[in-house]
């Protein structure tokens, strides 16, 4: 509900409501060029219409109809053939906002595109039709398929640690559409993770994962959700999109936003990023950064063991990290051409104007031989909350807050809440982003729009399970209600509920496909960047990127000295690059040495399931009843899709039980309320209907639907409803119902 200045509400207490408005196309205010518009929201739900519960997706729709001035037509002025000094105000893909009030006071009520127009010769009149911020997401949806968890189906006390979930989907596809929900990948990141309800990274590879990633939390976050950490150690490990060389001009930053509200007292609360660097011969170099917010100590290894506490060590300290607050956390990574690395940390507390920056560190006992970052780890215990973890190529240390933090760069564009629904894997999807935001929303019961701001908000399946007991608006007979119809039938009782899950238990990810590419010596000279594109099957999942090694051998990608096949290989010269868009995959190689190499070919490392396995997963279904319903209507049916996006027993019984809650009785419906406009209302909205007049009704209802219309100034207005709960149990008080077959009659 939008907040409204008293003077709005002193005008909406008016009987009839006449609508001031302001429509711009493009940036410009067309005012009385407005003859007529209406606009649309609605939930499109596959659930039963008279069901109390409803989820899916919301596209708004604006009508406009707009005539000419300054004696043009609005054809000649704002149709297709019209000059493009007018023309492109109304074209297709333009900007359109709306608002409109009662009274002087208009508010925001649309915000979109403009989707279609049509002007038709001899009359002054141009229709346009625009939709809200759905349309920014019609690009094709791309979604990132790690093997993750099926090698091994890592679980911790019976719950499987979770690589994703819906909430996670939706936040990566609405990332790619420019709706961020915290601070966006930069420009040259090589790994990122959101960690918004999954550890999977929205760019790199999640290759594994150890520990308890169970819980995910909307409060005691930075931003929209979290990672929580607990007293066991939490480890994913990450292979980047990029694999960078550690002798270059620039370096790398590593940053993760953490909150340390929850800890209590000394426990151990830390987070830690280990990288390990291929070198020659497939030896290893680690370089690992931890920060400990219960002693405020920041710490940095680097050797050769992978027991990261036996190499050299540097050690800072920053005692606010002590107190529980906001912290955006990064590490300053740079290599001298010796292999010398040189680190710096820089903390930033939230709404702090400038970061604590401390100075270089070099760290000279151990320098690193020639290679490249293979994978990153990620590991946290204790008390805290993160997200928002990214490893970025920069060519200076952050040392502003805008630059360390990207405040300023970015404006939170979606509200998604809490994650509630585990995955175990990423499913395969066909479509536009918003077709399967779209199938998301009504698989898992939630619903996703924009709302009048522009604002996209996701809200899941408890939304309707508790309304609240308090109106956003009550309309009654006696002004506002024009007229209603109530009306309850046996469709709306769903008694026998099944959820559809699809089961990944006995699918085993184990099996290597490989993502080949031969070569004969391509020369890479000095700063050039060689791209080769491979084919790749639906059935695999998505490569990793690979190592430079000798050979290209499974997971390797061959650099060598000369053209000839015999030559060494080169270790630490080429930057590795690799990425996948549906069926191809993408390898670039830049040389970042200062002579000429030569690629021989790669062996990308994908898997497929094995062949002692399933090839997808079983369908299974959970099933949730009410014997006492069913005594008084019979047994009502109803089987849900979870469409793949439902994968495990617990998450199908409690949206079977929602959905049981739901229908357990028939809850009469309310259509076409007509009340007198007002613009405060949204989807979602809860509304008090009083009819004292006919239907003797006093009662609470969702608002499911609203329509709009706007002509030469008046405005009307149209609410479809859902009741939030039922008229009671049925009694059958002194009613004896006759049965089914006729007592008296004899079988035939």
């Known amino acids: ?53 409803f989820s899916g997706s919301a596209a708004a729709q604006l009508d406009l109809t707009l005539s000419g001035t300054n004696g043009k037509t609005a054809p000649a002025l704002y149709g297709p053939w ?36 049509s002007g038709s010769s001899g009359e002054d009149r141009v229709r346009v039709t625009a939709l809200d ?3 920014r997401l019609r690009f094709p949806a791309r979604l990132p398929r790690p093997d993750g968890v099926l090698a091994n189906h890592l679980s911790f006390g019976g719950v499987t640690s979770w690589v994703s979930s819906p909430v996670w989907v939706v936040d990566h596809l609405l990332r790619l559409g420019g709706i961020h929900t915290c601070p966006p990948p930069r420009p040259t990141s090589i790994l990122y993770a959101s960690m918004h309800g999954g550890t999977a990274a929205n760019i790199g590879y999640l290759s594994s994962m150890a520990g308890s990633w169970v819980y ?39 940053e993760f936003w953490i909150n340390t509200k929850p800890k209590t007292g000394s426990e151990p609360t830390d987070v830690r990023v280990q990288t390990s660097w291929m070198t020659s011969g497939l030896n290893r170099h680690y370089l690992t950064m931890n920060v400990d917010c219960a002693t405020g100590k920041l710490t940095v290894w680097n050797g050769t063991n992978p027991e990261w506490l036996q190499n050299q060590a540097l050690q800072w300290t920053h005692e606010p990290l002590k107190n529980g607050s906001i912290f955006h956390v990064g590490w300053w990574v740079s290599w001298s051409s010796a292999g010398v690395p040189t680190v710096a940390p820089v903390i930033t507390e939230q709404d702090a104007m400038f970061p604590t920056v401390f100075g270089d560190a ?69 479509g536009s982003a918003w077709e399967v935001i779209s199938q998301i929303a009504k698989a898992t019961l939630a619903t996703a729009e924009f709302d009048s701001s522009g604002y996209f908000k996701w809200r899941d399946h408890s939304r309707w399970a508790n309304p609240s007991p308090s109106p956003n608006l009550t309309v009654s007979s006696t002004r506002e209600l024009a007229s209603l119809t109530v009306g309850e039938e046996i469709d709306a009782c769903r008694n026998y509920v099944s ?35 491979m084919p790749i099957g639906e059935d695999q999942w998505d490569p990793r990127t690979p190592n430079t090694y000798v050979d290209a051998l499974p997971d390797c990608v061959s ?6 096949r015999a030559s060494p290989g080169v270790y630490g010269a080429v930057e590795v690059t690799m990425s996948r868009d549906g069926g191809q995959v993408t390898l670039s190689l830049r040389n970042r040495a200062a002579t000429t190499v030569y690629y021989h070919g790669t062996t990308a490392f994908a898997r497929t399931t094995a062949s002692d396995s399933p090839a997808g997963p079983t369908d299974a279904l959970a099933t949730v009843q009410s014997a006492a319903s069913q005594r008084a209507y019979g047994i009502q049916t109803y089987e849900h899709q979870g469409a793949g996006w ?67 100034g008046r405005v009307t207005q149209t609410l479809t409803l859902r009741g939030t709960k039922a008229n009671g149990v049925p009694a059958d008080t002194g009613l004896t119902p006759d049965p089914p077959v006729n007592p008296d009659t004899p079988p035939p």
């Open 1 to 53: 509900m939008k907040l409204v200045m008293p003077l709005v509400t002193q005008w909406l207490t008016q009987g009839e409501r006449y609508a001031s408005q302001v429509t711009r196309l493009a940036g410009r205010v067309l005012g009385p060029q407005v003859q007529s518009w209406s606009l649309d929201r609605a939930y499109a739900t596959d659930l039963p219409e008279s069901m109390r519960a």
């Open 559 to 564: 650099i060598k000295s000369s053209a000839d």
């Open 499 to 533: 959820v559809k899950w699809a089961n990944w238990g006995r699918v085993r990810g184990d099996a290597i496909a490989a993502v080949s590419d031969s070569a004969s010596g391509t020369a890479i000279a000095p700063g050039a960047t060689l791209t080769r594109t």
């Open 216 to 254: 995910w939390t909307d409060y005691n976050k930075s931003f929209e959700s979290a990672a929580l950490g607990n007293s066991w150690e939490n480890v994913a490990e990450y292979i980047p999109r990029t694999k960078p060389v550690n002798r270059r001009s620039d370096g790398l930053w590593f």
């Open 133 to 135: 911020g759905a349309e």
């Open 646 to 712: 439902i994968q495990y027993r617990e998450t199908a019984t409690e949206l079977a039980s929602a959905i049981l809650s739901a229908g357990e009785y028939p809850i009469p419906s309310l259509q076409t309320v007509e009340i007198l406009a007002d613009p405060r209302l949204e989807l979602g909205d809860v509304v008090r209907v009083v009819d004292k007049t006919g239907a003797a009704l006093d009662t609470l209802a969702w608002v499911v639907g609203i329509k709009t219309n706007g002509d030469d």
């Open 362 to 430: 070099v760290l000279s006992q151990t320098p690193a031989p020639v290679g490249n970052l293979d994978t990153v780890k990620l590991a946290m215990r204790g008390g805290l909350s993160l997200e928002a973890f990214q490893v970025s190529q920069l060519a200076t240390k952050p040392t502003t807050v805008d630059t360390a933090t990207l405040t300023g760069t970015w404006k939170r564009g979606a509200s998604l809440g809490r994650p509630r629904l585990a995955m175990e894997t990423i499913p395969r999807v066909e």
């Open 82 to 117: 019209a000059p493009r000094a007018t023309g492109d105000i109304t074209r297709p893909g333009q900007s359109v906002v709306h608002d409109w009030g009662i009274g002087p006071f208009p508010l925001s009520q649309f915000r979109g595109t403009v989707r279609a127009r």
